[in-house]
């Protein structure tokens, strides 16, 4: 028997006979291991023994779920390779593995659509390595296993154990795709918003079975997931699942490339899911992290999806904790599909806060608020609830509440905003867009804290100006928000030689942050604001803010 097929034999053997003992389902992993001894067993390399002169053993040994990890700590000579693999039960139905320096640096992953994945890691390389294998389908035992070998002899190992890509393979592939960043800037114009990049791999792709990609979600945050394929497949199909294996949402299928958004107002892990029509080839997966407050200026067209409450209302309600003042009940029930339900309301002058809370298994909610001569006063949409501000006169309005992909539980609660700015009241869309802004990035908790507002009068072919001063060692953070007849906003500072130090494009609301860095000197600039299209009026509010 060849010296790898006899090191996979000894792996499964071990797992199964972990399968079959009487002590339960989980056999005591070593934490910590060097090559030929693993702490707390006999010595491995009396049953392991190789003809050349590497050693295999077998790191760890769990159970669990998708989503559960078993990981070890190795020692790898600076001078020699190693070749990871984890392996698991029948009932485990593909597994993901992955390889860390201690410093966090990536050395390795293969996240391929089976449950015998493989890496090589060769130097340079750190001297400890950090091996993590993750269930990313079905249940059961996982074993992860290495074995080091000479420089020489990495390439015949690594045929022999079936690793995909060698060392840097997915880095030297990615920097000569074709016009791979020409691509990502012109789809993240499509999208607008500010994004962050968070991971950018390529992954094999075979019709045959789906290529998965695990990724985490931040409070109150998006995640743009973009593919773009190589020429060997056609017709992808991508979706989003959430924790549980429910499908959030998938990409359109027009062109090759696909994208989607998926938002959640909570911590969250996602999983992607990629399966081509035809052809065994690659794709680039760029996953991206929105910044903070530019939820708003996501392009409505683009195919965006919220995770949804997985809790009762109660429970949702008591998420929302300290982000808002304690309100009165206005109304509760069932929101159906296809069905809008509305709610008549008093509402008392100067500034409130509307929350509609919805609960499992509600997906989505769209809603609108309506004055008593039509006139839309503020209207918000979410994956499980939604905040709504009012600014205006007492009055009566009408909350008009729609559930967007499934039925559920909601509750309607209103708080009151005492001593807002009195302009909010004079322009009340505008208002409830500026809030919603600040709050949504944490600069405000309620309307009254959002200080001094300036009002501009703005349109295509005229600027809306004001003058800014930014004392030295500090931030100014400009929010923006337009009211009804116009659409598309454009916010630019700037500096006093008639440079240009921000420019932003947002849809009905914008920010921008300018700092005074320069030692001794403070900064004067110019705010310049038009709109797109048609004419309207305009909310500024600015803040001083330190720059850590």
């Not at 918000?380 to 609830?385: A, F, I, K, L, S």
């Not at 030692?519 to 850590?548: H, K, M």
């Amino acid at each position: 028997m060849r010296w790898g097929t006899r090191f996979l034999v000894l792996v499964m053997a071990l797992v199964l006979a972990a399968c079959r003992s009487g002590t339960g389902a989980k056999t005591a992993p070593a934490r910590n291991a060097t090559f030929g001894k693993v702490a707390g067993k006999p010595d491995a390399t009396k049953w392991m023994r190789l003809p050349a002169q590497g050693n295999a053993q077998v790191l760890a040994v769990e159970a669990g779920v998708a989503g559960d990890r078993v990981s070890a700590l190795l020692e790898v000579p600076e001078t020699d390779c190693a070749v990871l693999i984890a392996r698991g039960t029948g009932s485990v139905d593909d597994v993901d593995l992955f390889a860390y320096g201690e410093d966090g640096a990536v050395l390795g992953s293969d996240e391929g659509s089976d449950k015998a994945p493989a890496l090589l890691v060769c130097p340079p390389h750190p001297r400890r390595v950090f091996v993590s294998a993750r269930i990313a389908a079905g249940h059961g035992l996982v074993a992860i296993g290495a074995q080091r070998v000479p420089v020489k002899e990495a390439e015949k190992a690594a045929g022999l154990y079936g690793v995909r890509h060698r060392p840097g393979e997915i880095a030297r592939r990615l920097s000569v795709w074709p016009g791979l960043d020409e691509q990502i800037e012109q789809h993240r114009r499509s999208v607008g918003a500010k994004w962050v990049d968070v991971r950018r791999v390529a992954v094999p792709l075979d019709s045959r079975m789906p290529t998965r990609v695990s990724a985490s979600i931040e409070p109150d945050r998006c995640l743009d997931v973009f593919v773009l394929p190589s020429d060997d497949v056609g017709y992808l199909d991508v979706a989003v699942m959430d924790e549980r294996g429910s499908i959030v949402g998938r990409a359109q299928t027009a062109g090759r490339n696909r994208n989607l958004i998926v938002c959640s107002p909570v911590q969250s892990g996602v999983t992607v899911e990629i399966r081509p029509h035809s052809g065994i080839g690659l794709a680039v997966i760029m996953l991206s992290r929105s910044t903070e407050g530019s939820e708003p200026d996501i392009d409505a067209r683009a195919p965006r999806y919220d995770l949804f409450p997985t809790g009762t209302v109660d429970e949702t309600r008591d998420k929302l904790g300290a982000r808002r003042r304690p309100g009165r009940k206005l109304g509760a029930g069932t929101l159906e599909v296809g069905r809008r339900s509305s709610l008549e309301l008093d509402l008392p002058a100067g500034c409130v806060r509307i929350d509609v809370i919805g609960g499992e298994p509600l997906r989505g909610v769209d809603t609108w608020l309506w004055s008593a001569d039509g006139s839309l006063l503020a209207s918000e949409r979410g994956g499980g609830r939604a905040a709504l501000f009012a600014c205006g006169k007492a009055g009566k309005a009408r909350l008009d509440i729609e559930a967007l992909t499934r039925s559920g539980p909601y509750a309607v609660e209103i708080s009151n905003e005492p001593e807002a700015p009195k302009q909010l009241g004079e322009n009340p869309l505008a208002a409830s867009r500026l809030i919603a802004r600040m709050v949504s990035r944490g600069l405000i908790n309620s309307a009254p804290e959002i200080g001094a507002v300036h009002q501009l009068e703005l349109e295509p072919a005229k600027l809306g100006m004001l003058d800014l001063k930014i004392p030295v060692g500090r931030c100014l953070d400009v929010n923006v928000a337009i009211g009804a007849g116009a659409s598309g906003v454009e916010l630019r500072v700037v500096g006093p030689q008639g440079d240009e130090l921000s420019l932003l494009r947002g849809s009905t609301s914008g920010h921008t942050r300018v700092c005074a860095l320069r030692v001794g000197q403070t900064l004067e600039a110019r705010l310049e604001l038009r709109v797109l299209s048609g004419n309207t009026r305009a909310l500024v509010a600015t803040r001083l803010i330190d720059p850590r």
